[in-house]
C-alpha cells in the first residue's frame, strides 16, 4: 500500500483495507464490535464507523486493538496489504 501525500483514494482504500483486516480477526476469535468499543473506549456507533471504514482508526486505537487481539499492528498491516495484491 504506497501512499503519496494528497492520494485522498489511496488513503481511504488502505483505512478501509485495514478495517476489514480488523473485522476479520473479530470474526476469527470470536469477538464482536461492541467488545472492541469497551477497548478502544469509544461509543458501538463510533466502533461501528470505524469497522465499515467510514472513518479510519487513529494509531492509538489501532495499537490497542492489535494489543487486545493479540496481534502485531505490522502484522496486521502486512495482512492488509496482501489483500490488496490479490485483489
Do not use: Y
Not at 18 to 46: D, F
Amino acid at each position: 500500500m504506497e501512499l503519496h501525500a494528497g492520494d485522498e483514494a489511496g488513503i481511504q482504500l488502505a483505512s478501509q483495507r485495514v478495517a476489514a483486516e480488523i473485522r476479520a480477526e473479530l470474526a476469527r476469535q470470536k469477538r464482536t464490535a461492541r467488545e472492541l468499543a469497551v477497548v478502544l473506549g469509544i461509543s458501538e456507533h463510533t466502533a461501528g464507523r470505524r469497522l465499515n471504514g467510514e472513518t479510519p482508526f487513529n494509531m492509538v486505537e489501532l495499537a490497542a486493538a492489535c494489543l487486545w487481539l493479540g496481534i502485531s499492528l505490522s502484522d496486521l498491516i502486512r495482512r492488509a496489504e496482501h489483500v490488496a495484491v490479490a485483489s
